[in-house]
């Protein structure tokens, strides 16, 4: 069975998994969206935890790929955390989808521990990443980042959960808002703080002529 239909199963199992979660991954209808027979997936995946944790495997390394593109992309680390909830918006964006391991996180009880062990790295992967990019920012201190980044992280997928029950994007980008006038989220990029902050030195140096 060639690579190219390795992906393609992965694929079509992501898509599901974010729809119906690990237990809407059925090897039938995932064969016949791929267009094969329900026996040539075992070729890659003997049973469905193996595909599960792949699945979950290759979500969170997609995501993290993604989050350090956007870092190479900015030296604003600010910036990074105002485009953070992004990564959630994409999936409401795919026809009302979820994150995929935050649906998986939903089902844990009935997760085989391969894939458990997946979808706890994503949770990891996410908060590690905040966790670096709040210490750059100077939001926190380097001893306060992690818990930080947990609170913006449980946040986010939060939002996401919320908007998708109501199939309303449009809530989760008020909540987003909501969570920077609030503060957990920073409202302003580091060029626009400074601009802000020159701006006031400006008023009060004026004030004193």
Same mark, same amino acid.
């Given at each position: 069975m060639s690579s190219s239909s390795k992906e393609a199963i992965l694929a079509a199992a992501r898509r599901t998994a974010q729809a119906h979660g690990y237990s809407g991954l059925n090897f039938r209808d995932l064969a016949d969206e791929v267009?094969?027979?329900?026996?040539?997936?075992?070729?890659?995946?003997?049973?469905k935890a193996d595909l599960g944790a792949a699945v979950a495997r290759r979500y969170w390394e997609d995501t993290a790929a993604d989050l350090e593109s956007m870092l190479a992309e900015t030296s604003d680390p600010v910036r990074c955390l105002r485009r953070y909830p992004d990564v959630f918006r994409k999936s409401l964006e795919s026809d009302n989808r979820m994150c995929l391991c935050s649906f998986m996180a939903a089902e844990y009880d009935d997760l085989p521990e391969a894939v458990k062990k997946e979808v706890q790295t994503f949770a990891d992967v996410n908060v590690a990443w905040l966790s670096k990019v709040l210490t750059a920012a100077a939001?926190?201190?380097?001893?306060?980042?992690?818990?930080? +980044?947990? $609170?913006?992280?449980? +946040?986010? $997928?939060?939002?996401?959960l919320m908007a998708r029950s109501r199939s309303d994007i449009s809530l989760f980008d008020s909540l987003i808002e909501s969570y920077r006038v609030a503060g957990l989220l920073p409202e302003q990029t580091v060029q626009s703080s400074i601009s802000s902050d020159l701006a006031k030195k400006r008023v009060r140096s004026k004030g004193r002529r």
């Open positions: 267009g094969i027979k329900a026996a040539s997936i075992y070729h890659h995946f003997p049973s939001v926190v201190n380097s001893g306060e980042s992690e818990q930080r +980044a947990r $609170a913006i992280f449980a +946040a986010v $997928a939060g939002a996401q």
